[in-house]
């Protein structure tokens, strides 16, 4: 079961999560979700994750935040992942294992080389404007949104697939109920909306599923998506949810392969990896994809590229580690016990913070320290200089906004005097590395 794999490799920033489904009356029969959830049980063979369950819900703390109408419903077992962090530990990992890592780098030029039969692309970096050329056998464009774009260097037609930007949003509210388990509420547009514990004082409301044309470098929720969300749980939840209870949202653009379909929620969300051949040198696209799918795809696409090379490839992605997920499920949970034991001067809740973002890799960040001063300055909301500094050697941490959202969500919970702080350390840091160089 892919689920249970990912759940292996990276348990720190991956865990199960209960999903509890209030049945509508008036949308789906209960026989049709039961059998629905039959058959997600019992595909896949699943060893970890636990199966479905009917529920009588009144009286119970799944049904106490829900509107009396919804008297029974249906638990089953998925799992939630930090999708900023499983991002940077994936290009991790891949650092680690020989790659090279450019951020802020947009490729802007692809062409065959004038002597040779090999691949030359520009690089530019986008903070200097410093372009740089580099040469391969083969491209992979795995560009996401701007899979076409790319494509569109060649100055050529090539690739026989449309995408199709599908854009989803989130609203973050404050928290709507007590537990650790999440809702799946059916939509009369046959949509679901689900409702997530989140960074422990929020719950996560989305998604939408709305076709975007627009400027994807602006992707933003609409006015009209907010109260989309705000309906959904009201439908539901005793407790509303009005827009102005909203402390956060975020948008994203998917890159959907165009099946044709006009409803922008039934596009398919299955992945195509298209080899195409320009001038005689090899390119391999990448269409479509979600998480769930993300470490198949990758394997199916490094096959793909071995032997188009000519080498040998064996699969081993599947019980492979991400960094910090060294040790499987059990590894990890030994691995925090361990870590309050080695760190008993470490506060509680900074160890549970740092081994669900970094894992084993907490260690490094630790490496040395004795007390609590060893971790350097304070910044504010359990921050310290230490964290920032393994963030920028070691995560490819530039900017306030890479620190807090884009490798964490701190942002939620720190005030404006402590992200002053990070930002002038920042600036240190980036001062030091230019002097040194």
Known sequence: MKREVLL???PHIIWPLTFILPHHKK???????????????HLGGRKILS????????????????????????????????????????????FEKGAEILTRTECVSIAKHAKQDIWQAVLQDVNTDEKHK????????????????????LGAEVGKYKIRWVKGSHIIVPKLYQGDHAYILQNDDKRVVFTIPYEKK????????????????????????????????????????????????????RPLVDDGDENASEVTRDYILE???????????????????????????????????????????????????????????????????????LPENLAKRLGRAYGSRTRDILRGAKRITDLGEHLGESIYEVEIKYLVANEWAQTLEDILWRRSKLGLHTTEMTQDKIRKLLKKLAGDKEEAA
């Open 51 to 94: 199966r479905s369950h009917s529920h009588h819900l009144p009286g119970t703390m799944y049904g106490q935040p829900l509107r009396p109408e919804f008297r029974r419903g249906f638990s089953y077992a998925d799992c939630w992942v930090e999708d900023t962090r499983l991002v940077v530990l994936s290009a991790r990992d891949a």
């Open 27 to 41: 949308l789906r029969p209960w026989w049709m979700i039961r059998a629905g959830l039959f058959l997600y049980d």
């Open 8 to 10: 292996k490799s990276a």
């Open 275 to 345: 080899m195409d051949e320009v001038e005689g040198l090899p390119i391999l696209s990448v269409y479509g994809g979600k998480i769930t799918t993300f470490r198949k795809l990758g394997e199916q696409a490094g096959d793909m590229v071995t032997e188009k090379l000519g080498k040998g490839s064996k699969a081993w992605t599947e019980t492979a580690p991400l960094p910090g997920g060294e040790g499987g499920i059990a590894g990890f949970e030994t691995f925090m016990k361990t870590i309050r034991r080695e760190h008993a001067w």
């Open 202 to 253: 929020y719950t996560l409301v989305g998604t939408t599923d709305i076709e975007y044309k627009d400027d994807i470098e602006e992707v933003r929720i609409s006015i009209e998506e907010v109260d989309y969300l705000c309906a959904a749980v009201n439908r539901f939840f005793r407790h509303a949810v009005k827009p102005e209870d909203v402390e956060w949202t975020y948008s994203g653009v």
């Open 134 to 153: 580099v040469h391969a056998r083969m491209l992979v464009n795995a560009s996401g949104p701007w899979v076409a774009k790319t494509l569109g260097l």
